[in-house]
């Protein structure tokens, strides 16, 4: 065996998890290769954790592991005087303001190549990650989260120059990037207008700042607007997936209506992903509906979780969302032709669901419906619309009660599933679904093509002994929770 030819072992390799693979790094040579392109495809680095982040860019700057970076994510931590061997009574202004004076005394600045102030840990970090990224040739994919970076702060990270000194070392490698951060964070890390002309996927995350309230808060649209449109106008006659989320905020929300309404047309657009509340981000979601109307022939993925936030029950907050999503249909083309569809279920009833998953029958093969979980005839009525669905080979529901009679109607409507993943309640005493499992023993669903199953308490998965006998009675499982087997290794 050990003077087969690298193709043959390449293509066993095919067959065995990464995991596996690393394990198997000193059988020979072709494993070793693919273990450490399976170590070092996806490298993070924090530079709040000053020793690990020092020692993963020492790794990577050797140009025999840069070579297989292909996807890089960097958190940014924020100034904090503590760490430069500060210790601050409880916070005001007069202590911070000490603490600002005392580093700058202790840590005198100098400059390097690249214009940063090198004397202390933060910005040595960020001198590195400069001077790696540059080296980083097979760099694909980029995450560059700054949510923990304050107005304060920023001067003292050197920041905006930390920005503008990365862009033009990576904007031509890059296919997908992805943002995290405040409103003014946005502003810094966009203000030098970046191109990037191969990128086909953009993420953009919008977090709140608890310690902007009043006037900071209301400036924030017009920040993004001023900065994410013209943006967008940049990268939109490449992009393929446009994802785009917003997190709840307890204060006075940023309304991105016109960031939809202003947002360009999207040629090559196949994948739309939105996650925010709408009662608090889309005050005007016209412009949302105009880019499901424009972008409808070529959309094949969508996701809209758009639950709204706040302190009522969920179904007092959506008087305006199911009308609204009801219009989204009204035009016969819109959102015809998706294959993957992950909407937000509204209260009241299960119609708004319904309508999507018949508006795109003819090519749905993935539906997803969350954050809402179903009574049984209300199932039986999503397995029906679903059974229309020709394509469709991927169901994701949240049901309230493990059913028998469940199983029964998917394996006789939808018999070309191939994956299936529920999420119930934990109404057991013990966590063992008891009078489930032994009727389930009475049942086997030959023909069925069902490959693999999820079952879950929510997000915790079930015990083994249900999961197994879901497979004895399922011929056609070979996989539990997408792993791609049915192994139990925590046991």
């Known amino acids: 065996m050990a003077n087969m030819p690298p193709d043959i072992w390449l293509y066993v390799a095919d067959f065995i998890p990464d995991k596996v693979i690393y394990q198997l790094r000193c059988v020979n040579s072709v494993f070793l290769e693919l273990a450490i392109n399976i170590r070092w495809k996806e490298v993070t680095i924090s530079t709040k954790q000053i020793y690990e982040a020092k020692k993963i860019l020492d790794r990577i700057s050797d140009p025999y592991i840069s070579v297989r970076v292909r996807a890089l994510t960097i958190h940014l931590a924020s100034w904090e005087p503590s760490q430069n061997g500060l210790v601050l009574a409880p916070s005001t202004q007069h202590n911070i303001d000490y603490a600002r004076r005392e580093t700058t005394r202790k840590y005198n600045p100098t400059s390097t190549k690249l214009g940063l102030r090198s004397s202390d840990a933060s910005n040595s970090i960020m001198n590195s990650l400069l001077n790696t990224c540059a080296g980083l040739t097979s760099l694909r994919k980029l995450t560059l989260d700054f949510s923990s970076i304050s107005p304060v702060s920023s001067p003292q990270l050197g920041f905006g120059l930390f920005i503008r000194s990365l862009w033009p070392l990576v904007r031509k490698k890059l296919r997908h990037l992805f943002l995290k951060g405040t409103a003014q964070g946005y502003c810094t890390v966009l203000a030098s207008r970046p191109t990037f002309p191969n990128l086909k996927e953009l993420g953009m995350d919008l977090t709140v700042d608890p310690k902007l309230i009043g006037d900071c808060e209301n400036s924030k649209a017009s920040v993004l607007m001023d900065t994410l449109v013209p943006f967008l106008g940049k990268v939109n006659s490449r992009l393929e997936a446009l994802r785009i989320k917003s997190q709840p905020c307890h204060s006075i929300p940023t309304d991105l209506s016109q960031l939809f309404i202003q947002m360009p047309f999207f ?163 013990d966590g063992y679904p008891r009078l489930f499992v032994n009727k389930l023993g009475d049942r086997c669903y030959n023909g069925w093509k069902l490959a693999d199953i999820s079952l879950c308490y929510g997000e915790r998965e079930v015990d083994s002994r249900t999961m197994r006998a879901l497979a004895r009675s399922i011929p056609s499982v070979r996989s539990f929770f997408g792993r791609g087997h049915m192994r139990f290794e925590h046991h």
């Open 267 to 429: 040629p090559y657009l196949r994948t739309l992903e939105i996650r925010m509340p709408f009662n608090q981000n889309l005050l005007d979601p016209s412009g949302l509906k105009n880019l499901l109307s424009k972008s409808s022939h070529n959309l094949e993925n969508v996701c809209l979780r758009l639950n709204p936030a706040g302190f009522s029950l969920p179904w007092a907050l959506e008087g305006q969302l199911i009308p609204w999503l009801s219009d989204c249909l009204t035009e016969p083309q819109t959102l015809s032709c998706i294959q993957v569809l992950d909407i937000y279920p509204t209260g009241g009833n299960c119609d708004i669901v319904l309508g999507y998953i018949r508006r795109a029958s003819k090519h749905l093969r993935s539906i997803v419906i969350r954050d809402r979980y179903f009574e049984a005839d209300e199932v039986n009525l999503i397995i029906d619309a679903a059974s229309h669905c020709p394509n469709l080979i991927s169901l994701h529901l949240n049901i309230w009660e493990l059913d028998i009679n469940l199983f029964d109607q998917l394996y006789m409507k939808l018999p070309r599933l191939e994956s299936l993943r529920l999420s119930t309640v934990d109404s057991f005493v």
